[in-house]
Nanobody, 113 residues
Framework: VQLQASGGGLVQAGGSLRLSCVGS?????MGWYRQAPGKERELVAD???????KYGDSVKGRCTINRDSAKNTVDLTLDSLKPDDTAVYYC???????????WGQGTQVTVSS
């Protein structure tokens, strides 16, 4: 499985962020994690091939994840951005048959106040 992410950059507080990821191969679950300096990597949101979603506690209520399973793409929208949302965001996938995990290259998101 290979993952190609796009989006990110510098955004203003209160604004919205959209991240996209395209995967190759059979993928059961796709989503996004993030890691801020000095903190552990945490789940932002993920979605299975059946459409079951899971959101991290810090983004619940302001995050939406959608998936096109036919195209192996996942789109993440995060609204009402805060400086605490500043982090490197990583696309993540779980392969369908082996359940092996894969990570994208990471994209920096910086929220300015």
């Amino acid at each position: 499985v290979q993952l190609q992410a796009s989006g990110g950059g510098l955004v203003q507080a209160g604004g919205s962020l959209r991240l996209s990821c395209v995967g190759s191969g059979p993928i059961y679950k796709m989503g996004w994690y993030r890691q801020a300096p000095g903190k552990e990597r945490e789940l932002v949101a993920d979605i299975t091939s059946r459409g079951d979603t899971k959101y991290g506690d810090s983004v619940k209520g302001r995050c939406t994840i959608n998936r096109d399973s036919a195209k192996n793409t996942v789109d993440l929208t995060l609204d009402s951005l805060k400086p605490d949302d500043t982090a490197v965001y990583y696309c993540h996938a779980v392969e369908s048959y082996t359940r092996r995990e894969y990570w994208g290259q990471g994209t920096q998101v910086t929220v300015s106040s």
